[in-house]
């Protein structure tokens, strides 16, 4: 028995050295036609398959992958490399499709400090572009990301130390007669890359083709960079790395050649690896024996089921016209929301709004959870702007947004599609205490800083301005990790032809209404201000904007106590004294500030950010001399201020 092990563990020991002495015929280069032995470096739920397939992510939500060759390679200020991989990226869904994979050269082989989803597993949320970061990486992007100016959902990018690419391309390739062709990243198709680098030009080339064909003769990108300017150490390491979202994708790398000086060695493509079937398991035996039988049955069946069908024509009716095919991968089917809320079953109910329900779903084939709100229109009217709409507000990304993933129109209803938020909404946190404890002071704050963060972008950091117009508690949405995260925003032309039980004309809720608004019914970013100065003060003391029994107004009776001496007398009693005193302090004297009366008083969202973030200091105000026109407010009329007030301000 002993000796039998010993004889096994020589003869392994005998296959490792084998293998180890096979990589060292050159430092400078490798090549792997599958990975079956291959003794890569992973971390995250990167694993190489029986069969020697390399799967970065797994399929399911919100994971890493890297892999890397396990020893680190000779590189210096001059040397060039060569690069060829094969890959393939699997979508259950191909609207929505989860983040990409990307080639990697780096310093270190430690990305442990990085994050899944949009960053790829290259960076963190807080260190994009960072010089420190020693990493140039081609990605292989099949989402759309704002955050980083990404070009489109199917491309290819260069980047340096962070994820806003050097120089990105569709994917594709071009002929020789110099027509590009299209090519579907997450088709699932088996497609090879070469990324070369040129130690003298400084010039890197990366092209993309299907399997079986050779090196484009033009490359899809190019770009020149002093890569010995980003990897300063002597030896660098090489890999992969990829990330799922809310979406999942599956990547897998079938081979991969290295060459340090010299070209990429050739990939055996005989030897790769097959792809495991897209979905399911293979049929059984029993199945085919089976088949038969079940033919007859379908034959008697299929009378039945022409009469369900036409029923279920008519169940799933949806409306679609020829101008929103341009609007295609954001448009939902309604069988698909149908089956993904059960049938909109009371039970997946989530919520009831303003202007209708909200039901949790999970889409079917890719097992996103989605929030479904139904709306009821009737007007044809300025659908098609208003879809329009949709779709753009559909681009805004942003990590203190609900992302708004498409919609589905039927004869009188529309359905919008949102990203879930498996912790609802904040409203529930400040006052139903028997359903949601209640949150500390730092959740509250991280709370109030996501959601300026969030409306800053509206404001500011999108390529048009993007009004909020009713923020509020039940507009903020927290999601696995308490952050808040802004719903319903950008919403406004539809909501201006609609109107439901807890607004008033002018779009948004009493309370959170700038009193301007009143006069000139015209929504501006500091109209969104005032209402974010109104939810400031709501989280930080728990309390309504307006008392419903004393009809008193929070802000007035903030400001009350903060003339009386005892501002933190204003700060929620079921925080039991358990916060940071200066930190609520400033909330208060910021929620004041941003919902004061006057236009002119309030600060931007950019400076409110930079008060939250301690990098100034909010102006000196003088409770004696602040005021509050609560009747105006109250009433929601047009607010008169006596010349003297205006002229201490
Ligand atoms: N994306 C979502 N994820 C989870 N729950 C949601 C989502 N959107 C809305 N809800 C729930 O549905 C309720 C109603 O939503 P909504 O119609 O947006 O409210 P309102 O019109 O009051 O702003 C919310 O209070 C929340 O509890
Ligand atoms: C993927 O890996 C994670 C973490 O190891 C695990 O929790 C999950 O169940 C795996 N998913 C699948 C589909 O195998
Ligand atoms: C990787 O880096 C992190 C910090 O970024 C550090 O905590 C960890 O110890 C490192 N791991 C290894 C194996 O070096
Ligand atoms: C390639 O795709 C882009 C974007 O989807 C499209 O604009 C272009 O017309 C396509 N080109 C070809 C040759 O199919
Ligand atoms: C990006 O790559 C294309 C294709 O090689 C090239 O024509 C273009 O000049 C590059 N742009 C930049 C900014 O390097
Ligand atoms: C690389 O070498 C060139 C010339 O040989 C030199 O100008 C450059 O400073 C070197 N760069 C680094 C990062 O060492």
Redesign the pocket.
């Known amino acids: 028995m002993s000796s039998s092990m010993k004889r096994l563990s020589s003869l392994l020991f005998f296959v490792v050295l084998n293998h180890l002495s096979e990589l060292a015929t050159g430092q400078d280069e490798f090549v792997y036609s599958g990975f079956t032995g291959a003794d890569l470096t992973l971390d995250g739920v990167a694993t190489v398959t029986p069969n020697g397939l390399l799967e970065l992510t797994n399929g399911s939500f919100r994971l890493r992958g890297h892999a890397f060759h396990p020893t680190p390679i000779r590189f210096g200020n001059g040397s060039s490399f060569a690069v060829s991989y094969l890959f393939a990226i699997y979508c259950a869904d191909s609207n929505l499709c989860g983040h990409g994979m990307s080639f990697l050269v780096a310093a270190s082989n430690n990305f442990s400090d990085t994050m899944p989803t949009q960053y790829l597993g290259l960076i963190n949320d807080r260190n994009n572009g960072y010089a420190t970061n020693r990493f140039f990486a081609v990605e292989l992007d099949t989402n759309w990301n704002d955050e980083f100016r990404d070009i ?1 959902n ?1 491309h290819v990018g260069i980047d340096i130390n962070g994820l806003v690419s050097v120089n990105s391309s ?1 994917a ?1 390739y071009y002929h020789d007669d110099g ?4 090519l579907t990243l997450a088709s699932y198709q088996v497609m090879q890359v070469w990324v070369e680098y040129d130690g003298d030009s400084k010039k890197i080339d990366v092209s993309l083709a299907p399997i079986h064909m050779a090196k484009p003769s033009t490359p899809l990108l190019s770009t020149t960079y002093n890569l010995a300017t980003v990897l300063t150490e002597d030896m660098i390491y090489v890999g992969f790395s990829a990330s799922t979202g809310s979406f999942i994708s599956r990547q897998y790398v079938l081979g991969w050649s290295l060459g340090i000086n010299r070209p990429a060695p050739a990939i055996d493509i005989t030897k790769l690896p097959k792809l495991p079937r897209e979905g399911s398991k293979p049929r059984s035996k029993v199945l085919k024996i089976l088949l038969p039988i079940l033919t007859a049955a379908f034959v008697l069946v299929l009378g039945t089921t022409i009469i369900l069908l036409v029923r279920r024509r008519l169940r799933y009716a949806e409306l679609r016209e020829d101008w929103e095919t341009e609007f295609g991968p954001h448009r939902f089917s309604y069988k698909d929301l149908f089956h993904a809320t059960r049938g909109f079953k009371s039970k997946n109910l989530l919520g009831v709004g303003g202007f209708g329900k909200v039901y949790k779903g999970v889409l079917p084939k890719s097992r996103v959870e989605i929030a479904v709100k139904r709306i009821s229109h009737d007007s044809k009217q300025g659908m098609k702007e208003f879809i329009a709409e949709v779709v753009s507000i559909g681009h805004l990304q942003h990590r203190n947004l609900v992302q708004l993933h498409g919609y589905c129109r039927r004869k009188t209803e529309l359905l919008l599609v949102y990203e879930y938020m498996s912790n609802g909404s904040l409203d529930k946190y400040l006052y139903d205490q028997d359903e949601k404890p209640t949150l500390t002071w730092a959740q509250r704050y991280k709370i109030i800083k996501g959601i300026a963060s969030g409306l800053l972008y509206l404001h500011e950091e999108w390529e048009k301005v993007v009004l909020h117009r009713d923020i509020k508690p039940s507009n903020v949405l927290l999601d696995d990790e308490l952050n808040g995260r802004l719903g319903d925003f950008g919403l406004a032309r539809l909501y201006d032809h609609e109107t439901g039980p807890q607004t008033t004309h002018v779009v948004g809720t009493i309370g959170y209404l700038a009193p301007e608004l009143a006069r000139t019914n015209k929504a501006t970013p500091l109209s969104d201000v005032f209402s974010f100065g109104m939810f400031v003060l709501e989280v930080t003391c728990g309390r309504k904007p307006i008392d419903p029994t004393s009809q008193l107004m929070l802000a007035q009776w903030v400001l009350h106590n903060w003339q009386q001496g005892f501002l933190t007398d204003a700060v929620d009693t079921k925080l039991q004294g358990d916060y940071n005193v200066d930190e609520a302090c400033l909330a208060l004297k910021l929620g004041l500030l941003s919902s004061h009366p006057l236009v002119n008083l309030r600060p931007s969202m950019r400076q409110v950010m930079q008060y939250l973030n301690g990098d100034m200091a909010p102006p000196d105000l003088n409770p004696t001399h602040m005021s509050f026109n609560i009747i105006s407010l109250m009433q929601n009329k047009v607010s008169i201020y006596s010349d003297n007030e205006l002229a201490s301000q």
């Open positions: 489109d199917n569709s594709g027509n590009f062709q299209n």
